[in-house]
């Protein structure tokens, strides 16, 4: 590497001598190496890593020779950029340079943005999808042309995401169009930062990493309180006093959660067990956009002592004088604790101090094991992290909008981004083919295709293509919402949004939780979910299907190497009593062995499999073993997962155990079980929207309620299987299923993990281990034509009950 | 027979799994809103190019609904092609396989409101018709009995045990039936939405399609 003189210019030294401050050994550092093509640097939240990344953009532009635009500064959230451009403005002034700083997000207003395009300011403020949709346009190269840095902030939130995927997709443009353009990644602490530079530097480009000082260990405990935490269930409802306790002796709290269903139960709790009116907020990213910004202000302003709150807070900004974050229910992923508690916890060479709840027995141990993954340092490692398809498929719309292309060219250009370097080129055909024609085998719009090749360039077919193209770009794909509203003669005040499905299953009189308060299910009006205030305290139903995190392999890991102990004297006595009768009476699980208990309890036989593989894979496995079960005419009737077991109950014992779980059996089993599954369903849709084969539904855009309503996408799907069977949306589906809810990477794992180790213990009773997972909810009952005979049944009742007779009554 | 058997004016009808009405009596079979054509209409327009394959489906479920009723007449109720281009462009595949299907029955093609004019397909092509004391046409109106009609793709939402189904039926009360969309890439206007609650009399039954066509009220 070389190291070229990193002497500031005059105003900048001056500004940071005439406020006593010195510059950070960081923020030297990645001046010194500002010309190398890519840097990422991993510092602690509060040390200064914006300066570090905005440092020699400034110096670079100190002297007003460069027009046009210079740096491009990349957030995954609108409100950071905003945030950014005051924290960057007020410097600049002060120094007294000549730099014009902007912002541009999608609340940017239009006039703005198209001035932009024509006369961009030096340092632009934006989001992957606002520069997706600026390097769409035709002009985009005038725009970049004299592009000399862009800035991902918050590169490890990107790095696993599609959203990251769009993004560095988009800066393999920008190489093009700015071939001297020089990528600085600024990240929190990751386990892997090669991964993190891989993805972030153009291939094969090298990437130099600087790690800046992490300040110290944060201050980490397991909240212990007087009873124990209850066997099952996730509220941590128990620890409410202890938690109340701890917020009157702090100035400011966050209490975290894992769910936004189980952020609203307990604050509700919180709320009535608050006798002294502490000020307490809750914000949550199905609120209404109102009832969030309340809680912000309230919280700027140092009007909340504590904030119930769930990831929606996790990339916020400066939350002001935080002093305690409390994370209610076992981490799930250390990474994500170290984030969430170093992000809350501003003042630099300040200890963080957090707290961990755990929600039930079982979470105790995982609570322990991620304190000592802590201590240790050893985060959950990346897995490696290949481009997924159908965010390829769009961006080649969206490239295909600026002008016309060669595929070579294109090939080689999505190649420079580290995710799709090693994309092999006949599959690249395929999406360039499926973006062109729709790849289909019955080529049915040879007339009508949506990209013209001609001497190997592709062109728009009709320019007016562009306008949709750009009306969909974007990664993410939220379930269908519903705007939850106050029942009022004109449409009362929003209070939220819950999904679709979960409208659909409500009816009057239901009360649920929402914001904080218990509401009744009035009706459904243009759209939005009609409720009233209700006196009740106690809410009828669950809120939020919601996803639930998987534990990751490293956490599990530990808990299984914990287990090797011949004791465990950091666990609380329970857990460890606990623990102690689970080896007596059967054995605990190891981590290269799979321990199978089977027990009949209740007049039913079980069988209990702890797999470790995460919520995610123990329920696909659930799934694969009850219908292998089915097959063997065992008569299984339902299951059960948590993170570290599978239960299932049915008629009959299963007594030969290590066939159920063969690697060929349960591939066998996931193919047939994969295709006409309600997972790979809704996959599809989500892929489906991502790769331009159907419109995202605009936000907020009111639906017609006529005829034209959009088909369900299943049936797209089924089509497909049925006359396609090839076809690469169908590829994209079962890839995206297989590493996404499906989770099959884990359970190869675990295979490979117990090879042929299987422990069948035959038992007489339920074993303490397995006894929680009977009070788990999200019991899954095995249906076969169960939906047709429920639909019969529900048929008789409603017409008897409404007096109504039906069917042949032909006249004699 | 396949299908749920009920009674509409003294006419014994069968609602068939696939949405299809059949009319022993009559040897009638009526099918409603097949729409060929509608994915080459949204490519034409600019819009996502869809699986090419409805046109397949829909041809081969209504074919199979034919060699399993053996009709003397079939009814297409209207809104058969998702708009006359469409028509044009698709004709042929549609005559292709239907000509041996159209040939020795009379086969009634209705105008809906998205192929107003003759499609140039053979049969016949009326606004409306009158069978024994039944009559057929596109959209249901407003002061009419004994009428049977599509154009609306009435769905319904039914919750079991906290899971939601939904299917596509056939509502019909004292007065009037609406048939659903034959067409496999239609969407759907739920029956408790207002244009569907407001024309259906509050007795009004819904057969569910599926693998057995169920009757439940209507869902309002």
Redesign the interface.
């Known amino acids: 590497m070389t190291a070229h003189d990193p002497s500031l210019p005059p105003q900048i030294e001056g500004w940071f001598s005439s406020r006593g401050w010195s510059i950070h050994p960081h923020q030297r550092d990645m001046l010194a190496l500002s010309d190398q093509p890519c840097q990422l640097l991993i510092a602690p939240t509060g040390g200064g890593k914006t300066m570090a990344g905005f440092l020699p953009t400034l110096a670079e532009l100190a002297d007003g020779a460069h027009k046009g635009l210079h740096t491009l500064y990349i957030s995954p959230l609108k409100a950071l950029a905003a945030d950014i451009k005051r924290n960057l403005t007020s410097p600049i002034e002060e120094m007294g340079l000549p730099i014009r700083v902007e912002d541009r997000t999608g609340d940017t207003p239009a006039s703005r943005k198209k001035r932009q395009r024509a006369d961009p300011p030096h340092i632009l403020l934006t989001t992957p999808e606002s520069l997706a949709l600026l390097t769409s346009y035709e002009d985009a190269h005038r725009t970049f042309e004299g592009l000399q840095r862009v800035i991902v902030d918050e590169i490890h939130a990107l790095s696993e995401s599609k959203r990251g995927d769009q993004l560095m997709l988009a800066l393999s443009r920008l190489s093009t169009l700015a071939p001297n353009l020089r990528r600085v990644g600024l990240s929190a602490t990751v386990e892997d930062p090669q991964a993190v530079a891989r993805i972030l530097a153009k291939n094969p480009d090298p990437c130099a990493i600087l790690q800046a000082d992490p300040g110290p260990d944060p201050d980490i405990r397991m909240l212990t309180t007087e009873a124990p935490p209850p066997w099952s269930g996730g509220g941590g409802k128990y620890a409410m006093q202890a938690v109340l306790d701890q917020v009157k002796a702090h100035n400011t709290t966050l209490i975290f959660h894992n769910t936004r269903a189980q952020a609203e139960i307990f604050f509700h709790h919180l709320w009535l067990a608050n006798e002294d009116q502490i000020p307490i907020g809750i914000h949550h990213g199905a609120l209404s956009r109102e009832q969030r910004e309340k809680v912000e202000d309230a919280m700027i302003a140092g009007q909340l002592k504590a904030i119930v709150c769930t990831g929606s807070l996790d990339l916020g900004i400066d939350w002001g004088d935080v002093d305690l974050v409390i994370q209610v229910g076992a981490p799930k992923n250390v990474k994500r604790l170290v984030q969430r508690i170093g992000r809350a916890n501003h003042r630099y060479n300040a200890p963080s101090k957090a707290l961990i709840v755990p929600a039930n027995r079982f979470e105790v141990i995982e609570c322990v094991a991620a304190l000592q993954a802590v201590r240790e340092h050893t985060l959950d490692g990346d897995t490696d992290h290949t481009g997924p398809l159908d965010v390829l498929c769009q961006h080649i719309l969206i490239r295909a909008c600026a002008g016309p292309f060669t595929a070579d060219e294109l090939y080689a250009e999505v190649r420079t981004a580290g995710a799709y370097a090693d994309l092999p080129r006949d599959t690249f055909d395929r999406c360039l083919d499926f973006a062109a024609?729709?790849g289909?085998a019955?080529r049915?719009?040879d007339?009508?295709?949506?990209l013209i090749e001609k001497d190997g360039v592709y062109t728009l077919?009709?320019p007016?293509?562009t306008q949709?193209v750009r009306m969909n770009i974007g990664t993410i794909v939220d379930a269908d919402k519903m705007a939850v509203r106050l029942q009022k003669a004109r449409g009362g005040k929003p209070l939220g949004e819950v999904e679709e499905?979960f409208a659909?299953?409500l009816?009057k009189g239901d009360t649920f939780l929402i914001g904080g308060q218990v509401v009744r299910y009035e009706g459904?009006r243009e759209m939005n979910v009609e409720v009233s205030k209700t006196p009740y305290q106690k809410p009828k139903i669950a809120t939020f299907m919601g996803t639930k995190f998987a534990t990751s392999t490293q956490l599990s890991d530990r808990i299984l190497t914990m287990f090797r102990q011949d004791d465990w004297p950091e666990l609380p006595q329970h857990t460890r009593d606990w623990l102690h009768l689970q080896r007596k009476v059967s054995k605990l699980p190891e981590r290269d062995r799979l321990l199978v208990e089977t027990f009949p309890h209740d007049g039913r036989e079980h069988l209990c499999a702890y797999g470790f593989a995460g919520r995610n894979a123990q329920q696909t496995l659930g799934l694969l073993l009850t219908q292998r079960m089915e097959e063997q005419g065992l008569n299984p009737m339902g299951f059960v997962t948590t993170d570290y077991a599978t239960l299932i109950w049915g008629l009959d014992q299963v007594s030969d155990i290590p066939p159920l779980f063969s690697r060929e059996n349960l591939l066998a089993t996931m193919e047939s079980w994969l295709a006409d599954n309600a997972v790979m369903k809704r996959t599809f849709k989500g892929s489906a929207i991502i790769a331009?084969?159907?419109?995202r539904a605009m936000p907020g855009a009111k639906r017609k309620?006529?005829?034209?309503?959009?088909?369900s996408t299943d049936?797209?799907y089924d089509?497909?299987r049925?006359?396609?069977p090839g076809?690469i949306m169908l590829d994209i589906t079962r890839q995206e299923a297989m590493r996404g809810l499906v989770d099959f990477g884990r359970i190869e794992q675990m295979l490979d993990r117990i090879g042929d180790r299987i422990d069948h213990a035959p038992l007489t009773r339920v074993t303490p281990l397995a006894a929680p997972l009977f009070l788990e909810p999200g019991r899954i009952p095995i249906q076969g034509l169960a939906?047709?005979r429920?639909?019969?049944d529900?048929?008789e009742r409603?017409?008897t009950t409404?007096g109504?007779e039906?069917?042949?009554?032909?006249?004699s | 027979m396949n299908g749920l058997p009920f009674s509409f004016h003294d006419a014994a009808l069968i609602a068939r799994p696939s949405g299809a009405l059949f009319w022993p009596a009559e040897r009638t079979l009526v099918v409603s809103d097949l729409h060929f054509g509608k994915v080459e209409r949204m490519a034409r327009r600019g819009g996502p190019m869809l699986p090419p394959y409805e046109l397949t489906e829909t041809l081969d479920r209504l074919l199979a609904d034919i060699a399993e009723t053996d009709p003397r007449i079939v009814i297409c109720l209207g809104d058969s092609f998702d708009d006359l281009a469409a028509a044009r462009a698709t004709g042929d595949a549609v005559t292709e396989r239907l000509a041996p299907a159209m040939a020795g029955r009379r086969w009634i093609w209705i105008e809906g409101n998205h192929d107003p004019g003759p499609v140039g397909l053979g049969g016949e092509h009326l606004a409306e018709v009158t069978l024994a004391n039944l009559t057929f046409r596109h959209i249901a109106e407003d002061t009419e009995t004994a009428e049977i009609s599509g154009h609306y793709h009435p769905k319904a939402r039914v919750i079991l045990r906290g899971r939601a189904i939904t299917r596509r039926c056939l509502l019909v009360d004292a007065n009037r039936m609406i048939l659903p969309a034959y067409g496999t890439y239609t969407g759907g206007l739920f029956c408790h939405q207002p244009e569907l609650a407001g024309l259906m009399r509050p007795d009004a039954t819904a057969i569910l399609l599926g693998a057995r066509p169920v009757a439940l009220p209507m869902p309002r």
Do not use: C
């Open positions: 024609t729709g289909y019955l049915a719009y007339k009508w295709q949506r077919r009709d007016r293509g949709r499905y659909s299953t009816r459904m331009g084969l159907v419109d309620t006529g005829r034209q309503a959009t088909f049936i797209l089509t497909l049925k006359y396609d076809h939906n047709e429920l639909l019969d529900e048929a409603l017409m409404a109504l039906f069917g042949p009554r032909v006249p």
